[in-house]
């Protein structure tokens, strides 16, 4: 027969565990999200053409400085992402250990 107050205990842990890897997860997934937007905003940057008019109107340099804020925008989006992402790991590592402790000890006074 198994202890409630344990199986409480487990399934507690085993929630614990389940919010810190959504989390992760969702963090994760935001980075993958920013990379990707940085990578399509640095392939869509318009290249000059020597004798477009576009480039001597002048639009040439304002679309490209568009693109730069664009990129450093997200960037520094992505930065404090990966700062959060680092805090987030050992929070999710501790969850995993304590379902894992509390799985053990149930099994054991079973």
Known sequence: MTDPKMD???TL??????????KLARLT?????LEAEIAALRTSCPEPLKLD??????GWERARLWCDAQILARNSELA???AEI????????????RFEIARELKDRKT
């Open 13 to 22: 842990a085993r929630l614990r565990k389940l919010h810190e890897e959504t």
């Open 29 to 33: 997934a935001r980075r993958r999200q």
């Open 80 to 82: 404090s992402l990966r």
């Open 53 to 58: 008019e576009f480039v001597f109107s002048g």
């Open 8 to 10: 409480q205990l487990v």
């Open 86 to 97: 680092s805090d987030q790991m050992p929070a999710s590592n501790r969850a995993n250990a």
